[in-house]
């Protein structure tokens, strides 16, 4: 698989997302990590569109959709219902680009975040991302054997991006 046939919408919502200037590529990038590293076949191609928004727009988002009354980090919304391998057969039996689903994540929540755990905004971006994948891929952290795989996956993706376990600075 190679990073052309994942295709990234990327709507920034906010002015301060200046501040990552590679933003679409680290974006680009780290969904197709994700997406290799879940082993899913692209076929005619995967598309998933992102919102990089504030506190407001999320909050908004958490509130009308999860019944959550407070900005969160990142919210994924999947346009294929079922688990890893339902999706996984969905995308490979489709003779089109598959809408995977979209990916909001609050700049405002990620660099508290970043700044609490003393990482690279970067870094943490690159998480946000990857995690919100693994979320439109059928993977959650519901219970905690799911979580143990879900996290699992996000380390080792991320280790290929040189960025250390999120987990030990426990900041989802």
């Known amino acids: 698989m190679t990073t ?4 990234c919408d990327i709507n920034i919502a906010s002015d301060h997302w ?10 680009r990038t780290a969904t197709a990590a994700a997406i290799r590293h879940a082993g899913i076949d692209t076929g005619n191609g995967i598309y998933v569109s992102f919102l ?8 908004d988002l958490n509130r009308r959709f999860r019944n959550i009354d407070k900005p969160t980090n990142v919210l994924s919304f999947p346009q294929i219902d079922g688990d890893a391998h339902a999706i996984a057969l969905t995308i490979k039996q489709n ?5 995977l689903g979209d990916i909001a994540i609050s700049y405002d929540t ?3 975040e970043a700044d609490d755990a003393a ?7 690159v998480h946000m991302v990857v995690h919100g994948v693994l979320h439109l891929l059928g993977y959650d952290h519901i219970n905690d054997r799911d979580a143990a795989e879900m996290e699992g996956m996000e380390i080792q993706i991320l280790q ?10 426990d900041i989802l």
């Open 119 to 125: 990482i690279p905004l970067s870094h943490h971006y």
């Open 4 to 7: 052309d046939t994942v295709e």
């Open 18 to 27: 200046d501040i990552l200037p590679d933003i679409d590529n680290l974006t």
């Open 95 to 99: 003779n089109g680009t598959v809408p």
């Open 160 to 169: 290929k991006f040189s960025i250390t376990d999120p987990y030990q600075r």
């Open 110 to 112: 990620i660099v508290r």
């Open 52 to 59: 990089l928004c504030g506190d407001d727009e999320i909050h």
